[in-house]
């Protein structure tokens, strides 16, 4: 592979370096990618006429769940989604896994600052009960790098709760992640005034819970934790890099990851800010694999570099994309 393509992808600093880099990997993946190169095929695209980002076609997510979505044999990892028995699952062959610690290393860097200057406690459940985690994967890293006295929380909360009134009282800077179910779980059992404590939700109810609306969900887990704001990790198995929202579900990307909305009733159209329609996202960590995705999520743009997510797509909504995977 042309090394020259993962060469600048971290170090993308403006829109115009990401769309070249983006315009190069759509070349690239349109050639050596079996699955993306059908796709485009069979929608009478030409690679050689696609010369703007607004003219890639993105790949329906469901993909990942029927195909090996790569673009070379070697795999150093495979990364599953979570689902109930006997649901298909999504896979990722992560043909350089490196390329997924630069990601997320640089992104939480970015956002947040130096992991090794945190607390990190992760209360995530669902996700180290089962294997092939990408989520379970990079908070094993990142643990690793942070304080002592870091580390994952089953279903202990008083143990939790424990740490969390230590850590306050000795100032120490502290991140909790969770899977929003588990947070609330926890929040039911246990209250705590901690107003320097950040609280990133992620992962939602995994069928534990009723779905509740992004702000009822935040107030109570603001009420419950004592602090001003909850964040937000947005980022899946098909994706190697993440949005992240300090507050009111407002998603930035890093640089080298952008969110496009599509049309809902025609999935080859983009719209603008403003207006909901489903999230299509372009990830150039997805060298190896692709990075061009039409997720199944309902979102809309709020501004240059933010995006919310309202919700997901129900079978009925998704016939457009369902049309393009026939």
């Known amino acids: ?98 390329l997924y610690e630069e990601s997320y290393r640089s992104a939480f860097n970015l956002f947040y600052g130096d992991i090794s200057q945190y607390t990190l406690l992760a209360l995530l459940p669902s996700y180290t009960e089962r294997e092939g985690s990408a989520l379970i994967y990079m908070v094993d890293d990142l643990l690793q790098q942070a304080q002592a006295g870091s580390g994952y929380y089953l279903h202990n909360h ?13 100032g120490k800077p502290t991140i909790l992640i969770g899977v929003t179910y588990a947070l609330l779980d926890f929040i039911e059992q246990f209250s ?18 009723k779905e509740l609306i992004r702000e009822e969900l935040h107030q109570a887990l603001c009420t419950g934790f004592g602090v001003a704001n909850i964040h937000s990790e947005y980022g899946m198995t098909e994706l190697l890099s993440q949005a992240y929202s300090i507050g009111e579900g407002l998603f930035t990307c890093p640089p080298w990851m952008q969110v496009y909305i599509r049309d809902a009733n025609d999935p080859l159209q983009l719209i ?17 694999s692709c990075a061009f995705i039409a997720t199944q999520d309902l979102g809309k743009l709020t501004g240059p570099k933010q995006f919310e997510v309202l919700g997901r797509f129900d079978a009925s909504d998704i016939r457009g994309c369902n049309l393009l995977v026939q």
């Open 158 to 170: 008083k143990e939790l709760f424990e740490t969390l009134e230590n850590l306050k009282k000795l």
């Open 1 to 98: 592979m042309n090394s020259s393509l993962t060469k600048d992808i971290f170090t993308i600093k403006n829109l115009h370096g990401f769309e070249q880099k983006a315009l190069e990997v759509f070349q690239y993946q349109a050639v050596h990618n079996p699955i993306y190169k059908s796709f485009i095929e069979h929608l009478g695209i030409a690679p050689s006429d696609v010369v703007r980002v607004a003219q890639i076609p993105f790949l329906p997510i469901s993909f990942f769940k029927q195909h090996a979505v790569k673009t070379s044999d070697k795999t150093e990892q495979v990364f599953s989604s979570s689902g109930t028995t006997g649901m298909q699952t999504s896979k990722h062959y992560v043909h350089n896994v490196g």
């Open 272 to 288: 603008g800010a403003g207006k909901t329609g489903g999230i299509n996202i372009i990830d150039l960590a997805n060298v190896h």
């Open 192 to 209: 705590i005034d901690f107003p320097e404590l950040i609280v990133m939700e992620t992962g939602g109810m995994k069928g534990k819970r």
